[in-house]
């Protein structure tokens, strides 16, 4: 999802190398490329979430941060605001992947069982292999709610979604680093 100013939100394990650690290798980063405007061109990964290997479990985030921020020099166009709240339980929201736009309804927020991975929110639908980095929006007011994390293995047709608030400190904390060259003031992505 584009964030302005040639920035992209995607989930991490997307862009980070690090689901090679599940096969016990060093984690080796892809080339990522962004499609924006019709135009697919390579990216440069900025930062990413902490990722863990646990055992029996898999890869998992630090705070629930699936999160990978990338930047494409000179995109510019139409951006994502992340919202100032949470999904609610109950709540439709709009997920939009690279292959498909539909609404699904938000059944709560799960907590892992270990508080430094944090949660996320858990919607009902089945997303496949290559829709991880999904947006999904707030149907109400249309602003970012999240990025779709991953599926729960054993209910299949429930996905994780990062939390707002998660993603809203994740960028809150890079853009810290990233700070305009002309001021050098970190000023939120989304205002």
């Known amino acids: ?21 599940l096969r016990g290798c060093p984690p080796s980063l892809p080339r ?3 499609t924006f405007q019709g ?6 990964l900025v930062g990413s979430g902490t990722a863990e290997v646990e055992p029996v479990i898999g890869l998992r985030y630090l705070g629930g941060r699936d999160l990978g921020l990338l930047r494409l020099p000179g995109g510019s166009g ?4 992340p ?22 309804r938000v059944l709560g927020t799960m907590r ?6 944090g949660g996320y929110a ?16 707030d149907a109400a007011e249309g602003c970012l709610l999240g990025v779709v994390s991953h599926r729960d293995d054993p209910t299949p047709d429930r996905t994780r979604v990062v939390l707002a608030s998660a993603l809203r400190a994740f960028l809150e ?10 001021s050098g003031v970190a000023v939120p992505l989304w205002r």
């Open 122 to 137: 858990e919607i009902a639908a089945r997303l496949e292999p290559g829709e991880s980095g999904a947006g999904v929006f």
């Open 39 to 44: 135009s697919t061109r390579l990216a440069e």
């Open 78 to 81: 139409p951006a994502a605001h």
């Open 112 to 117: 892992e069982d270990r508080q430094a991975f």
């Open 83 to 104: 919202c100032a709240f949470n999904a609610a339980a109950g709540e439709t929201v709009i997920v939009a992947s690279p292959w498909r736009v539909f609404r699904a």
């Open 173 to 182: 904390e890079e853009h810290a680093l990233l700070r305009r060259p002309a």
């Open 32 to 34: 990522s490329t962004v």
């Open 1 to 21: 999802m584009h964030l302005g100013n040639g920035l992209f939100v995607t989930a991490a394990h997307v862009v980070d190398g690090a689901p090679a650690l």
